[in-house]
């Protein structure tokens, strides 16, 4: 079976850099402390258990947020992971005495100063994100108040705010397509608003190269299920072809194949390329 590559796949350069400052820790633990990760590191099962070999624990969120979580730790050293956390989550490690390691993406932190600069001069501020994600959680959580989670098109048209001042901004894993049809309603019901697109590039990149370079008779998108940038790349690939998201060569069914002479793969932000080699090796020899 031919299996071709999308050209941009794989570890953004905020995951990079968040795994990177995990290795960092773990090696200059001289104290032997335990080393906790403060929710999925990058939401991807695979690394979860990669870094659990080497002794850190994944504090699985179960639908808590990030301050309830931090009710589990008493000692040891916190790793806030890329997603960002909101400033609540800082002040209670800091009363708890918790050392920690902030791996937040710099992509975030600064649509995170945008918000924070804007709501000092008064504004309201529309976030576009995802229910229950991590990223949208620490955002929402700056000032709940005052910024406004948007998620689809039917909650733009029920939004109602009372205040001239409207900065519009974004959770870096947005869909383009679902970011162009809620943006264009907002501004038709805030025509003076502050847009900031907090979209990663990365993601955009991904996506972009995906639409492109899609072929054959079936997509495969690596990555875990709980990937807001995986699931929206499944979310793609369908609009051309059968998409398919795994995480592992044993979520593979060979039943996807009957009659496939070409499959496209491509993988997530999040997704380490051990996984998806292991992947590829594996389709080219169906």
Known sequence: MKVIKVSKQGF?????????????????????EPIYI???????????????????ITIKANSRKRVEMLEDITSGIVILTAHG???EVKKILDKKNLKYVDTTCPFINKTEDKIKSYLIKGYDVIYIGKHNHPESEGIIDINPNKIHLITSLDETNSLSINNE????????????????????????????????????????LRQEAL???????LCIVVGDKISSNANELQKIGNQYLPTYLVNSVEEIKKEWFEGVKVVT???????????????????IKL
């Open 12 to 32: 953004c350069n905020g995951v990079k850099r968040a795994l990177d400052l995990v290795f960092q820790t773990v090696k200059e633990n001289q104290k032997n």
């Open 38 to 56: 403060l929710g999925e590191l990058m939401n991807n099962e695979f690394v979860s258990h990669k870094l659990n070999e080497l002794g850190v």
């Open 85 to 87: 956390v909101s400033p």
């Open 165 to 204: 001042k409207i900065f519009i901004t974004t959770q870096t894993t947005i869909r383009e397509k679902l970011l162009k049809e809620i943006l264009k309603t907002l501004m038709n019901h805030y025509p003076n608003a502050v847009y900031y697109d907090g979209v990663c590039n990365s993601t955009t």
């Open 211 to 217: 639409i492109n370079e899609i072929t054959g008779d």
């Open 265 to 283: 793969l491509t993988s997530a932000a999040s997704t380490p390329d051990e996984l998806t080699d292991s992947i590829y090796e594996y389709l």
